[in-house]
């Protein structure tokens, strides 16, 4: 064989063995992709889990002492959020809207956002 036959035999040697990982890259990407999706339907659904058995708590059920605790966690966390936003309405010297939720400034008698009457 020739110096040219064999550099176009190892370049299509090479071309095919590149060609072939590239394939591979992309299919195993593929199947990466797939993993973190089904992974997320996971993490949804433990979520949606948690938000049932929490509704459950909140409605009088408490069946299990382990989730029960859980559940006083939740309570426990959702009371320091009030104070902490009720700690921010002070610092910025503000109200909020009971209608819209928007913040006021406590002169104000008109919400700026809705027009509700604010206290």
Partial sequence: MTLVENLAK???EISQTTGKKANE????TKLSLNISSEEDKIQRAYKEIGEKIYKQYADGDTTDEALLEI???IDASKHNIAT???KIIE????KLCVTCGSE???SDQYCRKCGAKVD
Avoid: A, S, W
């Fill in 25 to 28: 890259l992309v299919e195993v």
């Fill in 104 to 106: 006021t400034q406590k």
């Fill in 71 to 73: 559940c006083q966690n």
């Fill in 84 to 86: 902490y936003k009720d």
């Fill in 10 to 12: 190892k370049f299509g």
């Fill in 91 to 94: 610092i910025k010297n503000i």
